[in-house]
């Protein structure tokens, strides 16, 4: 008897084989065929059972939802939606599901939306397609590590409560110890931090990259792979208060090196859930095709999810300097016939995702590497080029999904820097250890941010960012 | 000229073939010779430089700590410390560090404390001990992924910020959008958590399990890699207020599959940096018996860092109830002689870690599972036995560094731990959803959680755990 998982045994050719399986019914037809799933595949294990010798007791046991153990032997199905089937010899019922009560979740044997399946967050998992993309999720985080630690990246844990909040990169979550109620308060009314665990204020973090710039500068590349959070009341599919981030780090790297590692390291992962997905990209790209089709015929993408995915692969990104990009939205169609809501009208403007858009889908139909910004919309530690207005920074732009990372060269020379953080009021007490990073010896250094979700969307095909993480935090959700 | 890391120098047999390296120095003696590190390795390569032919200017800054560019060739050494060295053709200075300016910090060339590296955290990783720790540190992280994903178990990002603080684990962090010197407060002067940004209590998790539980039982097998908080006000070497934590949890699993699953893993980790980190771990052994060396006699371990790791390899973890633990503790010298702070009277009692370390270091000289503990002393989600007064539950301790491992079957009897939650004041309301799984499809199921830090102490011989984390927070500090 081997006791096996139903992705081992729909693979096997050990027919008359004993196996001893257990999972959850998916579906029971005919007193007889049992779809068994263990999580293991999206694919269910059919097994056959003997209803004339198994009990009426155990036969209404064998609900939607039950874990059952079967043991049976290995056949070559009749049937043609199979290859093989187990033929059951003894039945256990672990543990019921009540038809009754099932009827009132989202396992019951329909199609429930979306919104209906993120409320039950906890049992959507059961599900084909959130089974799916939480293997594909899996997945896609290994690949990120493999890919870092073949290229001999040390991997590096940057604080998530942090006592900085001079980064500036969004609205910070704050943390404390202290009784919301009754907080320890300094005689002019301010909040007495000094109490508060920590002995300061502190912030849930919007970035590593300060940290793990640190870590650049001694052990030569680095990448962070952790939680970021972002407190703003941004209630789209794009946005979530928790997400995870993937933050290399490289000393000894320029904007281009810095592009070429991105786009390597993207086809990479992508390439590896092709190779490790194969049955769970499969269905998601069954799922992929009929939503495409039931949208507004503009709305459709022209390539299924996987064409998507192998169209990255293919080509290189289009590296296009902001200022090009400019010129071309400024002159393109949208722009001229005022359909943008915002309208392109001169060097220096904030790009928005509907130019981004435009860019990747229509322009160019290829992802996009935007590099060279206006320093005046970027982040203070940017470096600034020669031509003192713009910074060494770059936004890859993919398809369907807007900005995917966005990174740059950091500004290594301690004058320019300090200058810059006058101009924006960042004090230097604060950052005083950052600062120390360029006088001990300082150097060309790149790294880039890269939001994890966002990745997942794009290999999953899902439109809803809620619904590549577990168990997502927006406004008004923090439930389980 | 190919561009290389120091690592990958070392190994070259590639004599008079150009090198490009970058990187920082570590030290310059007789106006000729560089000691160069890049991060990728805790060795230096030995530069050389024709110093006649190098202006004053250049000699001058080739300080400590300053960040060079060196071209030149590989070369057999004359020397009997390196095998190989490089003849340096061009030097560049790329950042300089000020040798008055590096005085002031622990770059300077001499012996600093670990609590004045702590200190300086940012710049600490330049140093050999800090270099070491972090790069194991991140192979043992890869480690962790690599053991689960081989194994095909799913890797679940469990939410941080969470609703419910019904799991007592331990005291918690408070996150919250709202301004704390003036909160949204109720008519009876109660926050009013509905204008808050998740329109309800939040706070940072103390553990991923009941929402990776929810994941097992659909997916089969999962594990968190995630950071974890505990917002109590332990000053000690054992203790951070983050830290990160593995949990993996197993549909169809019970406690002695845990208990394997917990060894095993432990064991494939251990032996992952043994072959990965050869270099780093002959640096840290040194460490390590240097320092032991200065203890005074008895508390001195009798192995060095080695010989623990390949010990833990070579030898079955002992599995003892928690029952004859307290026979064995009862009739103890110490026990006896009352040179235990906490004396073991009767069943029942909690164990103190000096009892933990009694039984592993004096009495087993083993690693130790102990199990079924008394049901009283543990958690509500744990199994209960047929016995009435015990549950499944194991912890796993080390020598030198106690409890490594806390883990169960979990309890899966709805009536069982609807009961046990009404006897511990937990609200079922709270827990909805982690009760859902006991209605739908329940079944025999285990985990366990690895504190992350404990591990990477165990690996690297550091005795204090702030030393293990890049940047440690705990009571009144949140530095960097």
């Known amino acids: ?30 007193n007889r065929f049992i779809a068994l799933n263990d999580g293991s595949t999206i694919n269910n294990l059919q097994c056959v059972i003997d209803f004339e010798n198994t009990s009426e007791e155990t036969l209404k046991r064998i609900n939607v939802g039950a874990a059952i153990s079967v043991k049976g032997t290995l056949q070559e199905s009749q049937g043609s939606q199979q290859r093989v089937e187990v033929e059951v010899q003894e039945l256990k019922i672990l543990g019921d599901a009540n038809p009754d009560e099932v009827k009132l979740t989202i396992l019951s044997p329909k199609k429930h939306s979306l919104e209906k399946l993120r409320e039950q967050a906890h049992l959507r998992v059961r599900t084909n397609t959130f089974g799916a993309v939480m293997r594909l999720r899996s997945k896609l985080s290994f690949a990120v590590h493999k890919y870092f630690q073949e290229k001999n990246f040390y991997y590096v844990n940057t604080p998530i409560i942090t006592g900085s909040d ?11 110890a202290m009784d919301l109620k009754n907080p320890s308060k300094n005689e002019d009314g301010s909040i007495n931090y000094k109490d508060d665990f920590f002995g300061k204020e502190t912030n849930l973090t919007v970035s590593g990259q300060l940290e793990a710039e640190t870590f650049a500068l001694a052990l030569g590349q680095v990448y962070t792979f952790g939680p970021t959070f972002r407190a703003e009341n941004s209630n789209t599919s794009r946005h979530l208060a928790e997400f995870w981030m993937i933050e290399p780090e490289v000393a000894f790297c320029d904007l ?41 015929k503009l709305e459709r993408s022209e390539m299924d999810l996987l064409e998507k995915l192998n169209f990255v692969l293919d080509n290189n990104f289009k590296r296009v300097s902001y200022t090009e990009a400019i010129e071309i939205l400024k002159n393109s169609k949208p722009n001229k016939k005022k359909k943008f809501n915002y309208i392109i009208e001169e060097w220096g403007a904030d790009l928005q995702s509907e130019h981004e858009r435009f860019l990747v889908e229509k322009h160019f139909k290829s992802p996009v590497i935007l590099f060279d910004y206006p320093a005046k919309i970027k982040a203070f530690y940017m470096r600034l080029n020669e031509d003192g207005k713009t910074v060494r920074a770059m936004d890859i732009l993919f398809p369907g999904i807007g900005e995917i990372v966005g990174g740059s060269q950091r500004e290594e020379r301690l004058d320019v820097l300090k200058e810059k953080m006058q101009e924006l009021n960042i004090p230097e007490e604060e950052l005083w250890w950052y600062l120390d990073t360029r006088k001990f010896g300082t150097c060309v250094h790149s ?19 809620r619904d590549v993480i577990p168990f997502p935090r927006t406004p008004q959700n923090a439930e389980f």
Chains 1, 2 share one sequence.
Not at 266 to 287: H, S
Not at 452 to 461: I, P, S, Y
């Open 166 to 176: 001079a980064e500036g990169a969004g609205e910070m979550f704050k943390v404390t």
């Open 447 to 465: 790294g880039f941010g890269l939001g994890f979700e966002r990745l997942v969307q794009f290999a999953t095909g899902m439109s809803n960012i």
């Open 256 to 296: 281009d090196g810095n592009m070429d590692l991105a786009e390597d390291f993207i086809k990479y992962v992508i390439k590896y859930v092709l190779e490790n997905c194969q049955e769970d990209l499969e269905f998601l790209n069954k799922r992929f095709v009929t939503e495409n089709n039931a949208k507004p």
């Open 1 to 30: 008897m081997i006791q096996a998982k139903i992705a081992e045994i729909l693979e096997s050719d050990q027919f008359l084989q004993e196996f001893h399986i257990r999972g959850w019914v998916r579906s029971f037809r005919s």
